[in-house]
């Protein structure tokens, strides 16, 4: 290693990039398939972590809502000494969202979400919004009640359905903004986590807004 090595981290192509995805509105009333229309694209490859997992995303005016569909050892998660402060080191996903994409914002403002659910009960808990707000953006955060998930466990993955409501998302408006901010990372029991567009080994992704991915809502 050089000089240069030591004094520079190993950032990733994608941070310098002001990334934007089609996300395509919802056009049945069913939940969520699993349907090309509505898979978002891997990074994988680009951030150097396992290609293992499959993620779909609409909206409708009713809210967002998401299959994760992810490779991981259920077989050896066990989650019954854990609370739900440990979802790092469980089988968990954690979404971010900013209904308003202030990307000039490298902080977290009352339009910035960060929600974690988990394939397994923690403590009786499948979801729960966990943002952090500053005191004077702070509001009340969602009912996890209104946080909606069903899961397919299996010895070698799981699947995830999310909705959330839009009434859990704070400045969601799509008929006059139709855009939105969006990263996720997916933590796995004694596994590396996969991420969308930010890795959290290069960057607190819930306090960094401006690095998530512009999601915009098509029609």
Same mark, same amino acid.
């Given at each position: 290693?050089?000089?240069?090595?030591?004094?520079?981290?190993?950032?990733?192509?994608?941070?310098?990039?002001?990334?934007?995805?089609?996300?395509?509105?919802?056009?049945?009333?069913?939940?969520?398939?699993?349907?090309?229309?509505?898979?978002?694209?891997?990074?994988?490859?680009?951030?150097?972590?396992?290609?293992?997992?499959?993620?779909?995303?609409?909206?409708? !005016?009713?809210?967002?809502?998401?299959?994760?569909?992810?490779?991981?050892?259920? !077989?050896?998660?066990?989650?019954?000494? @854990?609370? *739900?402060?440990?979802?790092?080191?469980?089988?968990?996903? !954690?979404?971010?969202?900013?209904?308003?994409? @202030?990307?000039?914002?490298?902080?977290?403002?009352?339009?910035?979400?960060?929600?974690?659910?988990?394939?397994?009960?923690?403590?009786?808990?499948?979801?729960?919004?966990?943002?952090?707000?500053?005191?004077?953006?702070?509001?009340?955060?969602?009912?996890?009640?209104?946080?909606?998930?069903?899961?397919?466990?299996?010895?070698?993955?799981?699947?995830?359905?999310?909705? *959330?409501?839009?009434?859990?998302?704070?400045?969601?408006?799509?008929?006059?903004?139709?855009?939105?901010?969006?990263?996720?990372? *997916?933590?796995?029991?004694?596994?590396?986590?996969?991420?969308?567009?930010?890795?959290?080994?290069?960057?607190?992704?819930?306090?960094?807004?401006?690095?998530?991915?512009?999601?915009?809502?098509?029609?």
């Amino acid at each position: 290693m050089n000089a240069f090595d030591e004094n520079f981290p190993n950032l990733k192509i994608l941070n310098f990039f002001d990334l934007k995805v089609d996300c395509n509105k919802l056009d049945s009333k069913a939940k969520l398939l699993i349907n090309k229309k509505y898979k978002l694209p891997s990074f994988s490859s680009m951030l150097e972590e396992d290609d293992a997992a499959k993620v779909y995303m609409s909206w409708s !005016e009713k809210g967002l809502f998401f299959i994760f569909d992810v490779k991981a050892n259920m !077989e050896d998660a066990n989650t019954s000494k @854990l609370s *739900i402060q440990d979802y790092k080191r469980a089988d968990s996903i !954690e979404i971010f969202i900013d209904t308003r994409s @202030l990307k000039t914002k490298g902080y977290i403002t009352k339009f910035c979400h960060h929600f974690v659910y988990m394939p397994q009960d923690i403590k009786g808990y499948r979801a729960k919004e966990i943002t952090r707000f500053r005191l004077d953006d702070m509001h009340e955060l969602s009912d996890a009640k209104d946080l909606k998930v069903d899961s397919i466990v299996k010895p070698k993955g799981y699947i995830l359905n999310i909705e *959330i409501p839009h009434f859990s998302l704070f400045g969601f408006n799509p008929h006059e903004i139709n855009y939105l901010s969006f990263s996720y990372k *997916i933590n796995r029991y004694q596994m590396y986590p996969i991420h969308f567009n930010v890795s959290s080994f290069e960057h607190n992704i819930e306090k960094s807004p401006h690095l998530w991915a512009k999601m915009d809502l098509k029609k």
